[in-house]
């Protein structure tokens, strides 16, 4: 009897200066990622990257034995201790609940420290993110009818928000980096 292949170890770390080539590789693996950022080489992945890193943004990879595979981003407003979420998931990982557990242990560990209000929004065509948003314990807030233009058409866009008092997601959570807990709950700037 062949014993089963250990189960893939999924985990959330810092986004790293060195991760541009697992970025790169991620926008190049379905056409959807294009809406994600302007990456079409290294040097516009290590842009991305240094854009992810900055001052007032949160940046957590997913990672696969400690390749970064997706991403869980947070565009931090400091004066209202609230955040704009935003996730992508290399197309070789999606499917899996993946995305879903990342947003939600990131959501989830936010709302407990340094913020009150967490807002996300999605093309309504796709249906997909949103469900990552209601399994992560967001609510519908309202449609912003034709926000983004897509191939020369406008799309709406559904958007949904968390605050502080809403209950957590109840999803098990990935492991986390320990390098995500040295710095205090308050600073938004940590990793």
């Given at each position: ?5 250990a ?5 959330l ?26 990456v ?5 992945a ?8 900055a001052?007032?943004?949160?940046a ?11 991403l ?17 998931m ?5 499917g ?20 009150d ?6 093309r ?13 314990g ?5 449609r ?6 897509v ?5 709406d866009?559904?958007t949904?928000?968390?605050?502080v ?5 109840g999803?098990p ?14 600073d938004?700037r940590?990793p």
């Amino acid at each position: 009897m062949t014993p089963e292949p250990a189960p893939t170890a999924y985990r959330l770390r810092p986004v790293l200066e060195d991760d541009a080539a697992a970025v790169l590789a991620a926008f190049r693996s379905a056409p959807d990622m294009a809406r994600q950022g302007e990456v079409a080489d290294l040097g516009s992945a290590r842009r991305y990257v240094a854009w992810l890193r900055a001052d007032r943004r949160l940046a957590y990879a997913v990672t696969c034995d400690d390749a970064m595979v997706g991403l869980v981003g947070v565009t931090v407003d400091v004066a209202n201790r609230s955040g704009w979420v935003f996730y992508w998931m290399h197309a070789d990982h999606r499917g899996r609940g993946l995305t879903t557990r990342a947003v939600a242990t990131v959501c989830d560990r936010l709302l407990a420290g340094a913020l009150d209000r967490l807002e996300l929004g999605h093309r309504v065509d796709n249906p997909a993110s949103g469900g990552v948003a209601v399994a992560a314990g967001f609510v519908v807030e309202g449609r912003e009818r034709g926000k983004f233009l897509v191939d020369g058409e406008r799309v709406d866009v559904l958007t949904y928000g968390r605050l502080v008092g809403d209950p957590a997601s109840g999803l098990p959570p990935l492991e986390v980096d320990a390098a995500l807990d040295r710095a205090p709950a308050s600073d938004t700037r940590r990793p």
